[in-house]
Nanobody, 126 residues
Framework: QVQLVESGGGLVQAGGSLRLSCAASGRTFTTNAMGWFRQAPGKEREFVAAISWNGDVTYYADSVKGRFAISRDNAQNTGYLQMNSLKPEDTAVYYC???????????????????WGQGTQVTVSS
């Protein structure tokens, strides 16, 4: 079993940066793919970025390519999402997720993940 706790959200001006962290408990985290998703008010949860269990493979939504970077430190059981050049449309609750069984086809989908954190709010002011 894996428990996930996000942190690092907050209020930032457009053009600024934030680094989200996802602390995982449980020994199996190192064998889990990890993803970041976000949900704005009135909208469905959407894919942001994903990384394979060993960090070799990453995926990004088109809307964040070149601005966000996903990474992980399995020794620390922690995943990260570095967000640069933030825009007001990036405002949302950000969730990290993990799954041992996610594949290249499912890593970009909410249904591909079994474990979810509680979310952290990111607000970007214009």
């Amino acid at each position: 079993q894996v428990q996930l706790v996000e942190s690092g959200g907050g209020l930032v001006q457009a053009g600024g940066s934030l680094r989200l962290s996802c602390a995982a408990s449980g020994r199996t985290f190192t064998t889990n793919a990890m993803g970041w998703f976000r949900q704005a008010p009135g909208k469905e949860r959407e894919f942001v970025a994903a990384i394979s269990w060993n960090g070799d493979v990453t995926y990004y939504a088109d809307s964040v390519k070149g601005r966000f970077a996903i990474s992980r430190d399995n020794a620390q059981n922690t995943g990260y999402l570095q967000m640069n050049s933030l825009k007001p449309e990036d405002t949302a609750v950000y969730y990290c997720a993990a799954s041992r069984f996610a594949t290249s086809a499912t890593m970009i989908k909410t249904a591909g993940y079994f474990y979810w954190g509680q979310g952290t709010q990111v607000t970007v002011s214009s």
